[in-house]
């Protein structure tokens, strides 16, 4: 396996392998690898003549008070869980020479941030997402990217600035990886005390009570959110941070579930705050 620091040195590596005509799997990443990246990667490997994955923790992505200085970094042990998979090339930038003094440039998806996440964290936080890929797109090259549909909103946003800008590769969107109790994978999941990691378990519980409950035909969205945040915020450990009902193409509330809904959540338990969402409609999927 190839670790390659240096973005000029990635460029080179691209350009040879779109001479060579391989197909190129590209899986982006902050590190603090788990099942989640490693599914990413193990489709990426099957389907692909090269792999290359980036670990790059980036920070304008992370708003003031967020947790970049505490986000998980376990670089050794990356390399190692990744050279298992079968990656064959590591792009390991410094924030430095991915963010070089005098940029004045950023790439905005409008629409689609305004909701969960980009309501959430701040509208800048998606503009940290989509300028870091983009960058990361032009860099690597890929023919084939791999996201999380754990990240939803941010493969949706992804989708819509590929399109948008004309990008030549193909988005590909990945199940959810969840822990044998439930909990999606999350490099955050490490920062959880102890104590409380069972009962981190509340959102993905909320959600799968939403689930059960259009499963007996609820369909009303404000008695869903009701019984979802009675559920999620029975435990006194648990900041709900959003709870929201939406159409999975715009991220629009909607007022009625008559159709395939995301009900997408953030909570905050012992200071870390977790994500998770459920895909379902009136005739299901009953089950992930
Ligand atoms: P991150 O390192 O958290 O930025 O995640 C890198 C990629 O892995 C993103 O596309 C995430 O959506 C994806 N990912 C993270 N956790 C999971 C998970 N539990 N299941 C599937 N994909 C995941």
């Known amino acids: 396996m190839e670790i390659i620091e240096d973005i000029a040195k990635m460029q080179a590596k691209a350009e040879e392998l779109i001479i060579e005509k391989a197909t190129r799997g590209f899986v982006p990443t902050m590190g603090a690898l788990h099942e989640g990246h490693l599914s990413l990667a193990r489709r990426s490997v099957e389907e692909n003549g090269v792999t290359i994955m980036s670990v790059f923790v980036n920070p304008a992505q992370f708003m003031p008070g967020e947790d970049y200085d505490s986000y998980p970094r376990t670089w050794d042990e990356d390399l190692h869980l990744a050279e298992e998979v079968g990656v064959d090339i590591v792009f390991h930038p410094t924030a430095g020479q991915m963010y070089p003094p005098r940029r004045q440039t950023t790439v905005q998806v409008h629409e689609l941030t305004k909701n969960l996440c980009g309501m959430s964290r701040g509208l800048g936080h998606f503009i940290g997402v989509t300028t870091v890929v983009a960058k990361l797109l032009n860099i690597v090259r890929p023919t084939t990217a791999y996201f999380g549909q754990k990240d939803a909103q941010q493969a949706l946003v992804i989708q819509r600035m590929v399109i948008d800008l004309n990008f030549p590769v193909k988005i590909s969107v990945c199940p959810i990886v969840r822990e044998d109790d439930g909990l999606a994978l999350s ?100 089950e992930d």
């Open 187 to 286: 490099s955050r999941n490490r920062n959880i005390p102890a104590d409380l990691r069972p009962r981190a378990l509340a959102l993905r519980e909320g959600l799968s009570l939403g689930r059960e409950m259009i499963r007996n035909r609820v369909y009303d969205a404000q008695s869903l959110f009701n019984a979802m945040c009675v559920h999620i915020l029975r435990d006194d450990a648990i900041e709900l941070d959003y709870l929201h009902i939406v159409s999975p193409e715009t991220l629009d509330d909607v007022d009625k579930v008559d159709d395939i809904v995301l009900i997408a959540g953030a909570i905050k338990i012992g200071g870390v705050r977790l994500i998770d969402n459920i895909l379902v409609g009136p005739g299901g999927p009953w």
